[in-house]
């Protein structure tokens, strides 16, 4: 789609959304047509009144794929295997207990588990799961089940979101992941992944959490599901909304938001596959980081996605309206980080630790370790000066 605005209208958008006010819909859509680097100027000035505008954050978790056996069968998704095919798979809870301790080792304040779709887990085993990771590992803030997993747990037992989700909140739930959000509009959707949750259920479910004080920990929008610009707006329209709804009717809404391309090459989707360059599919990552920005005027935290994109663009997505760079994640994915850099260090979580201060270093902020409410543990003191003399001769 092709999009002109005249330069007045231009200015007037941008020096409005920078200023924080409320966009129209044609107004996020006019973002698109504008020059790229006065679109992530305008974001990242709105980023410096909205948070902290010497420090950008991050946070040490993990990630547990607790079973990859799944009956939903998403055509986009590498991940999941069907009961009996080879290498399905379902952790023991002495599995997940060991990739706990290894969470806990390197410091990690919060765990993100999430699975397919799993009918011979009865509900029973993920209330014997929460309660015994609230036992041994009390410390740690359990993001778990996404709105997918939550609707399979309504088919399984016939009972609603909004009962389930108070009783894993009693056993030991502490948030869930805005996951399988993908782009939320059910057009798109029914075309890349019929089988998928749709936008009612998963609004429907999202609020229940969120009603129930379940923090969202992130929702995001996942780009490249021949969405058009128009339907990616509809998608953050939506999003700002049901914001708008959770934090006034119950003071809990979505603590993050990041936005990332699909990876489609080894899918069933393949042939939706991005025909963009990789410079190409970094600048329009940044585009829809910096667009993000100042669209969700209600979302204070937009999150820089590294694994993804890698440290360089996530490092331009901090100077684009993003303001934390998504945490350590998961042990593999740490292992498989480190191994790609061609980096053989005894302890691979502190060599990622490394990587991830020094982008936000090379985007001008102070490193900050926050916990799962976005409460800062520990800045970087010692960068403080430098960032601040950096920052002045820019
Ligand atoms: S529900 Fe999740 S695990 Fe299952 S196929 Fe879809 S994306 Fe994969």
Redesign the pocket.
């Known amino acids: 789609m092709n999009i002109h605005v005249n330069p007045q209208t231009s200015s007037r958008i941008l020096g409005r959304a920078a200023a924080g006010h409320r966009l129209s819909r044609d107004e996020i859509i006019a973002l698109y047509g504008l020059p790229a680097d006065e679109v992530a100027q305008a974001a990242h000035e709105a980023r410096l009144r909205q948070t902290d505008p010497e420090t950008a954050t991050y946070s040490i978790g993990g990630n547990i794929d607790y079973t990859?056996v799944?009956t939903?069968?998403?055509r986009?998704?590498a991940?999941?295997r069907a009961r009996h095919q080879e290498g399905a798979y379902t952790l023991s809870f002495d599995e997940i207990a060991r990739q706990m301790d290894e969470i806990v080792r390197v410091g990690g304040s919060d765990v993100l588990m999430q699975?397919?779709?799993n009918p011979d887990l009865a509900f029973s085993w993920y209330l014997d799961l929460m309660r015994m990771l609230k036992r041994d590992y009390p410390q740690v803030h359990v993001d778990a089940l996404s709105p997918?997993e939550i609707l399979g747990l309504e088919k399984l037992t016939g009972r609603a979101a909004y009962d389930l989700l108070a009783e894993l909140k009693d056993a030991g739930l502490d948030g869930m992941p805005g996951a399988?959000s993908e782009i939320l509009v059910d057009e798109v959707r029914r075309n890349a992944?019929p089988t998928?949750i749709m936008t009612g259920d998963w609004f429907r479910i999202v609020d229940a959490a969120q009603s129930l004080h379940l923090q969202i920990a992130w929702v995001g929008m996942v780009t490249g599901f021949g969405e058009t610009l128009g339907q990616r707006v509809e998608h953050l329209l939506a999003l700002r909304e049901q914001q708008e709804r959770a934090l006034q009717r119950y003071g809990s809404g979505f603590a993050a938001y990041k936005v990332w391309p699909a990876r489609l090459e080894h899918t069933r989707l393949k042939n939706m596959a991005s025909q963009q360059s990789g410079d190409e599919i970094a600048a329009e990552y940044v585009r829809n980081v910096a667009i993000s920005r100042l669209a969700l005027d209600n979302f204070v935290n937009h999150r820089a996605v590294w694994r993804t994109m890698g440290f360089a663009v996530a490092t331009t997505a901090l100077r684009s309206g993003a303001n934390d760079l998504c945490g350590t994640g998961s042990i593999n994915a740490i292992n498989a980080t480190i191994v790609a850099a061609g980096k053989h260090l005894p302890d691979p979580n502190q060599a990622l630790l490394i990587e991830v201060r020094r982008c936000i270093e090379d985007a001008g902020f102070v490193p900050a370790l926050r916990d799962p409410y976005y409460n800062v543990l520990a800045r970087d003191e010692r960068k403080t000066e430098a960032m601040a003399a950096r920052n002045d001769g820019n």
């Open positions: 990859n799944c939903v069968a998403c986009f998704c991940f999941y699975g397919g779709v997918e399988a992944a998928r």
